[in-house]
């Protein structure tokens, strides 16, 4: 089994950066997708960006130019560089990841890291 942790998130004014961080431990797999999504209050779970080993990496508009993710698979590890920050990226963010260790397949869910954006 895989578990995710995350972390990174906190209260930043408008215009400031945050990063997050996803760390997945387990033993003997490997991740080939990974994707941060976020959900406001109130409101239903986005998808904000997405990597795999074999379509590259995808962004919602909203978040283009401003977010990067990345992957550290040395370390296991999915980050979500955010810049520019605007009040309406404030959300509970969350990791997913989808996994295999040659004989099993999986997809996990972090627990979610708050971000909230001043004004």
């Known amino acids: 089994q895989v578990v995710l942790v995350e972390s990174g998130g906190g209260l930043v004014e408008a215009g400031g950066s945050l990063r997050l961080s996803c760390v997945a431990s387990?033993?003997?797999?490997?991740?080939?997708?990974a994707g941060w999504y976020r959900q406001p209050p109130g409101k239903t779970r986005e998808m904000v960006a997405g990597i795999t080993t074999t379509s590259g990496i995808n962004y919602a508009d909203s978040v283009k130019g401003r977010f990067t993710i990345s992957k550290d698979d040395t370390k296991n590890v999915v980050y979500l560089q955010m810049n520019n920050l605007k009040p309406e990226d404030t959300a509970a963010y969350y990791c997913n990841v989808a996994w295999n260790n040659g004989h099993d397949i999986g997809n996990v869910w972090g627990q979610g890291t708050q971000v909230t954006v001043s004004s």
């Open positions: 387990g033993s003997g797999f490997n991740i080939h997708a």
